[in-house]
């Protein structure tokens, strides 16, 4: 993948850097990887502890992450059609972190397409 592929697909793993949302957890610029599961024109709602996107049942909010953060599954609800460039990225495993957390990813924190090694 060239640096300069920031092309990224719903089904896709994108790398980003993560902004000011995400502290005190972490680190602002820290390089993130996450699948890919809305991008413009997707309808995302986070609400009750559960993703959706286009009305389709995705994930459930971690309750260790929450206890972690030391806040309930209300204080993430949110409902948003993404914009031009925007995406939505999730974490593969059970308590990973994911935009259900901080939003949408931004086309200007995006570095570009990975692909996973398995």
């Known amino acids: ?10 089904g896709e793993y994108v790398a980003f850097e993560v902004d000011g949302r995400v502290e005190p957890f972490f680190k602002k610029g820290m390089p993130f990887a996450k699948l890919v599961v809305a991008a413009e024109g997707d309808h995302v709602s986070v609400k009750n502890g559960i993703l959706s996107v286009n009305g389709k049942e995705l994930k459930h909010i971690s ?6 953060m030391g806040i309930n599954a209300a204080a993430l609800d949110r409902e948003l059609t993404l914009k031009k460039g925007e995406l939505w990225g999730m974490g593969t495993h059970p308590d990973s972190f994911g935009s259900m957390y901080w939003g949408q990813i931004y086309p200007s924190q995006v570095i570009g397409q990975i692909y996973p090694i398995y």
Not at 1 to 10: G, I, L, N, Q, Y
């Open 1 to 10: 993948m060239a640096k300069t592929d920031k092309t990224v697909a719903v």
């Open 63 to 68: 309750k260790k992450n929450l206890k972690k």
